[in-house]
């Protein structure tokens, strides 16, 4: 029914290498979370009650589901996305439409076929929050309504990031405006309670509400009433609303299909009667100005000395609206700046950890973003065939690695600028240290200035990090799909991995002892999978001390502004400390990564052996 592209998915999604190892790695990761979720609670010095064992079932899978509702609206947008722009930028795509395939065969085909490991991930998944039956505290209703909802989620992510990607000519424009769009989806959901009332007093807008927000959907499962739903349950709406976003978008795409695609191509037009008397002369006069023109029309431009930083910057190498992505972006981020001061604001007084609100997501959206323009302005070139004809030319591995690099931070600067002003925002309202509300400006700055050099300063150095690591990985590896999954998944995972730390450590109240085993555990698993993203094919000393001593950086980093403070409280330990160790730690990753592409940059790229290689 889905045609010979879902076909052709489903028949080598599992003789892929890496099919069985994901699985195995989704199944260990809930695992650890069960033995650290086990730990902060309970413990393992004593036997637990009844009723203690069902607070943990609840807890477990509360942790569970909503951790597997992230990675999977994340990556469902990318993959969908991904698979799309791939086939555009190695010029594939045309040849699909001028295949026999119907049009609803190539886009649901694409859809499900890039999403094809992920619900596979799912199914997986579901026989483990189903044993959490056994610890008691949920119900198997609340089982098939978690399932249902991550279900729904995957493919309602995956049809928005595949409509973008059919919608866009770059890979770059697709995988941000998917994840941005993705975004601004939740935080106009989360706005449905406040604006709702202003609109209609008479319509139950937390329901509504709950059938459009995946988390609040997701929430409602996990928090249902004493006394049972009256009418149709919050997660069984939401599965209704979002199979008919999934109709609508799908349709739109399959609409558009031919009419986005293929893009930026002229159309001539056929020539009229009148044309065709006088082409003659027209071939003439065509002839004389072509011998005047030079090959790009327009007037003549001066190359700076670095042509690769030219290109980058002064012209339109990430597609011809690019601003487009960072109107979305500026929406996204007055959303988010919108609630941040609202809760600094709070008439009951500011809320534990109030930076935090703001800070987070901005830096980790930001993050995300300058990661997959670093990444794609690898892959671009390798798809589209330039890449290897841009290495034969006179331009030095030097001027090569350090234009794509400075053109990168040139084009993110509009998502590098806004962390840094929201930092020095919470340092005037003293919202970084523990400052009593109404402390003059100059002094709360004075207090907070300390603080909010150390913020900077690590700012800018995960955002080295990130563009660095994007260059490295997607030199490293010629599938496109695998160099975008592998850059923007470690960043993904060292904010998740982080945040879940965070999580644990505060509903423990703070306490390390009883956790020490599972945030080994955590460590273990960070360090190999930074150790298989830099160095898995070319082994190098410095990188496998970089992919030791960078989660061992942000881990201490953690506990030490925790631990050191109050957790629970507005108070936290100084960060001063904790984050130049973690400016050295990824600062010395980026030298690892940076060193070798300047010079050994053949080697680096795999094109000749080192002397003692066979």
Known sequence: MLGPIFSRELVTVPR?????????????????????TWQATIGFARDATLGEAANVGLLLFQIVAFVQLLLTLFFATLSAASAVSQEKDRRTFVLLLLTDMRDYEIVLGKLIGALLPILILLFVSAPVLSMLLLLGGISPEQVLQAVLVLFSSAIAA????????????????????????????????????????????GVDWSSAQAWLDPFIAMQSVLEPPTDGWQGIAPAYGFLVVMFVLCAAMNGVGIWKLRKWNPSGEPIMQREGAAEVEDLESDVAIAAEKRAKAHAAPGEVRQVWPNPILWR???????????????FAFGIVLALILYFAVSELNRPGGRPSFAAAYGLVPVAVLSLLLVAAQAVTSITSERDGGALDVLLVTDVSPKEFVFGKLLGVLYNTKEYIIPPLLLAAFYAIRGALTRTPPGTPTAEALATNLGPLVAVCGALIVLFGFAVTLGLHVSLRIVQSRLAIAHTLG??????????????????NGGSFGNQWFSFISFLILGIGGLLYVLSADRPATALTIASVVCPLAMFYCVVNVLIGGKPGTDESGDPLIPFLMLGAAFGFAIFSMLFPLVTDFDVSLGRTAQPNES
């Open 16 to 36: 892929r290498s890496g099919h069985y190892a994901q699985r195995v790695a989704l199944i260990g990761l809930l695992g650890i979370l069960g033995i650290t």
């Open 158 to 201: 995956g049809s928005l990031g595949g409509l973008i990607a059919l919608w866009r000519e770059k890979t770059y424009q697709a995988l941000a405006l998917s994840v941005l769009f993705l975004v601004l989806y939740v935080c106009v959901t989360q706005g449905v309670t406040s604006v709702g009332p202003l609109v209609s007093s």
């Open 312 to 326: 980058e910057t002064r012209t339109l190498a990430y597609g011809r609206r690019p601003l487009l992505v960072k």
């Open 490 to 507: 470690t960043v993904f995972f060292l904010s998740v991995g982080t945040l879940i730390s965070i999580y644990l450590i505060v509903i």
